[in-house]
């Protein structure tokens, strides 16, 4: 039975997860896991970058560092199961999103974190740069994860909704039946805005368990001034993040709106967050949705999307056998196993390519 190592950073840009895993059958199995987060100045040179804020020394010097950091991380995940290199088949790295432009007329997507680096420190082969391929075909280059969540998290007889709560709220609809048409897009911010917020008022980091947004109450002209944003009303496929749903965003509607106070601001963005979920969930009155991600961490958020939601029933991918920190690097740990038995990772059908590909670029040990 191989044995895969999955690394994940998201839009939150708040830290490295690894885990290693394995497949067997149609199940998974964790050896361990391990996150690392980023000191607080790389994370504020990766939020100017991914801002457009940054030259080409910067860009090159932030790929080395993530990449060193990310084989830090693999190394630690070896060392805490007691694995040698030799023993994993391939690391499924996703990198750091810096910037992904998947409309106009030359559409990209740049994830950095060298994986020559993650290859060359670790001595393990290094599948990367999972989704130009997908956009090469005219693909959105994401959500990748919903090819995962339909081999693991499809029923026979249940309709299913697997929610990622990270910094930026994706959905993948997976219908009972093994042969049925799976969809997923990215719904919108989740964390990306609540946390960007926080940080500029309060200066933490981000608001833990929704605390301060609790102690606000919704702007409703405000939040109607955000929900008109097109993105939310496009059909799929679509995705996006950082690049449209930042800081910038936020100060500039809520300049529209000085009468909202600073906490109030941050419970509408907890809103805007919970109502743009629930407004582009799939109609399907038995459905179950699964969430995962950092945000199932944050408590009011999870109340406020339970009430929102309801009768839908809301629960966490534990219930599916997998915690919800986890799902991202496990997924991309499959991906490259994909990718290494020249299988396709993508679902046209979820990101719009032509046709399915094998993703990724192999760098071996």
């Not at 997507?109 to 994986?115: A, N, V, W």
């Not at 997908?134 to 929610?163: N, W, Y």
């Amino acid at each position: 039975m191989s044995t895969w190592l999955g690394l994940m950073s998201g839009t939150s840009m708040d830290g490295i997860d690894a885990v290693l895993v394995s497949f067997p059958g149609d199940r998974i199995f964790i050896h361990a896991t391990h996150s690392i987060p980023y000191p607080d100045d790389i994370r504020h040179r990766l939020a100017q970058l991914s801002q457009n804020q940054g030259t080409p020394d910067e860009l090159g010097e932030l790929d080395h560092i993530v990449g060193s950091l990310f084989a830090k991380a693999a190394i630690q995940t070896l060392d805490k199961a007691g694995m040698p290199p030799g023993d994993i088949a391939a690391i499924g790295s996703h990198g750091q999103t810096v910037r992904h432009q998947p409309g106009g007329n030359a559409p990209f997507s740049l994830q950095i974190g060298d994986p020559n680096l993650i290859a060359e420190r670790t001595g393990i082969t290094t599948v990367a740069d999972f989704r130009r391929r997908d956009m090469s075909a005219g693909g959105q280059g994401a959500p990748l994860v919903p090819a995962f969540h339909k081999m693991f998290f499809g029923s026979e007889t249940e309709d299913r909704c697997i929610l990622n709560l990270g910094g930026i709220a994706n959905i993948s609809w997976l219908p009972a039946g093994e042969h049925q048409k799976v969809s997923g897009f990215d719904t919108g911010p989740a964390n990306a805005l609540l946390d960007a917020w926080c940080h500029y008022q309060t200066g933490r980091p981000y608001d833990e368990a929704g605390r301060w947004a609790e102690e606000g109450i919704v702007h409703h002209e405000l939040l109607g001034d955000m929900l008109s944003d097109g993105y939310f009303s496009r059909p799929a496929p679509k995705s996006t993040g950082k690049e449209k749903f930042n800081l910038e965003w936020v100060k500039t509607l809520a300049h529209r709106h000085s009468d909202a106070s600073a906490v109030d601001v941050q419970r509408t963005l907890l809103e805007l967050t919970v109502v743009s979920i629930a407004r582009q969930l799939p109609q399907s009155p038995g459905m179950t949705v699964f969430t995962c991600g950092g945000g199932t961490r944050n408590v009011f958020l999870m109340r406020e999307l339970k009430r929102t939601c309801s009768p839908l029933t809301i629960a966490s991918t534990a219930d599916l056998g997998l915690d919800p920190q986890w799902v991202e690097p496990v997924a991309f740990a499959w991906l490259a196993k994909q990718t290494l038995e020249k299988r396709p990772g993508n679902l046209p059908e979820v990101t719009g390519a032509s046709r399915e590909r094998i993703l990724g670029a192999v760098y071996f040990a």
